[in-house]
């Protein structure tokens, strides 16, 4: 008898109601959303600045561009 009261107790407090997923799915939209939107942001910079990169270095000379190279891969003291 305890046993099924125990179940029944446990089935009772287990249960949600719909607004409470409502609420936790709406929640998982908008994070969603939220990640998206840094994602596109992140996207568009990366796409800047690769652009502005390769406008900077497309008429560049090989030793030009072999002594920048070593100069960004210097150890920093």
Known sequence: ???????LLLLATACTTNRQI???VNGLR???AKI???T?????FL?????RID????????DDLRRRLQYLARPKN
């Not at 008898?1 to 179940?7: E, I, P």
């Not at 406008?55 to 090989?62: A, L």
Request: positive net charge.
């Open 1 to 7: 008898m305890k046993s099924l009261f125990f179940a």
């Open 22 to 24: 409502l609420r936790a």
């Open 30 to 32: 908008a994070d969603f």
């Open 36 to 38: 998206d939107s840094v």
């Open 40 to 44: 596109k942001t992140n996207q568009i």
């Open 47 to 51: 796409n800047y600045e690769k652009s």
């Open 55 to 62: 406008s900077i270095y497309r008429g560049i000379s090989d």
